[in-house]
């Protein structure tokens, strides 16, 4: 029997292809642009703008599920700095919990990981030497972090850039037995940042390589499908199933480059829309990796 996470799932899939309607799922809420790291790929540190109180993230959570989304991902800055007087980010998991299908957090690993949240993700851009690079001297706590972590769905994703390119494969076999599963993305160029961007050629080598370590049994959780889509960018983006809040409450529903920078397809690398708009598409094996990433159940 399909659990009411399928149900809903196959009707939202029905609604919007032969109902005319464009129905969101999935929402990534920027609950504080403040960080305690200042990394050089990441654009949102250097915005000033005031975090929401506790009313304020969960007025915007109650529209966020009438219109539609029911997976929430929590980002940042670094989420886990997020505060309202004696709130914390684990009273907005708690609450989120209540409305959504499943709820993540993506965070720098400088923290302690300790949440009910069901997914983590933790952010790592390459062995010691090269993620100091990017975010200074933290691979070490961020290690230390993972191991003391009790955590039953943790995840490490990596963002692909010209500077780490070259070893992620030998990231994925250090990563293996340390995190469930790992996920990749390829690097937008923000603007001040195009330098950090990969040819094309590489981008292509690189995922040859991961596709390899996936079918060797390394947790790479994106699917094959996705792997493959992404070397040429030839897959059918569904831009409305995404959604975006700021921490000024704005949502937007599209890419998630909306209202951040300059929207240029040819260039993307967000693996989890292209797993999402496969998996709309019924590409099984998307489906199967929606199914381990957010820890799912058929029945």
Same mark, same amino acid.
């Given at each position: ?62 529209? &966020? ?45 400088? &923290? ?22 990017? /975010?200074?001297?933290?691979?070490? /706590? ?77 947790? &790479? ?38 209202? /951040? ?39």
């Amino acid at each position: 029997m399909f659990s009411s996470h399928y149900l809903y799932f196959l009707k939202h899939n029905i609604l919007t292809r032969f109902g005319g309607k464009s129905i969101p799922l999935l929402a990534s809420y920027k609950i504080t642009h403040h960080c305690n790291l200042k990394c050089r790929t990441c654009p949102f540190w250097k915005i000033n703008s005031a975090a929401p109180t506790y009313h304020e993230v969960l007025k915007n959570m109650q529209q &966020l599920w009438q219109d539609g989304i029911r997976l929430i991902i929590f980002e940042g800055g670094e989420p886990f700095l997020w505060r309202d007087g004696a709130y914390c980010l684990e009273d907005i998991i708690i609450e989120a919990k209540k409305y959504f299908f499943c709820t993540g957090i993506t965070t720098n690993g400088t &923290l302690p990981i300790n949440t009910a949240a069901d997914t983590v993700w933790i952010s790592l851009d390459g062995l010691a030497e090269t993620h100091n690079l990017n /975010r200074g001297d933290t691979f070490d /706590r961020i290690i230390q972090n993972i191991s003391d972590s009790q955590h039953s769905n943790l995840l490490v994703n990596i963002t692909i850039n010209r500077l780490n390119i070259e070893e992620i494969p030998d990231l994925v076999r250090f990563l293996t037995g340390k995190v469930k599963g790992i996920t990749i993305q390829f690097y937008y160029p923000f603007p001040g940042t195009e330098d950090l961007g990969g040819a094309a050629s590489a981008r292509i080598a690189i995922l040859d390589q991961l596709i390899k370590l996936k079918r060797q049994g390394f947790p &790479l959780l994106n699917s094959l499908s996705t792997l493959e889509g992404l070397k040429k960018n030839r897959w059918r983006c569904h831009p409305w199933l995404i959604g975006s809040v700021e921490p000024t409450g704005e949502i937007t529903y599209g890419c998630y480059l909306q209202n /951040r920078a300059e929207i240029a397809c040819a260039k993307c690398g967000f693996a989890a829309h292209t797993e999402l708009s496969k998996a709309y598409d019924w590409h099984f094996a998307s489906i199967l990796a929606g199914k381990k990433i957010f820890k799912f159940r058929w029945y």
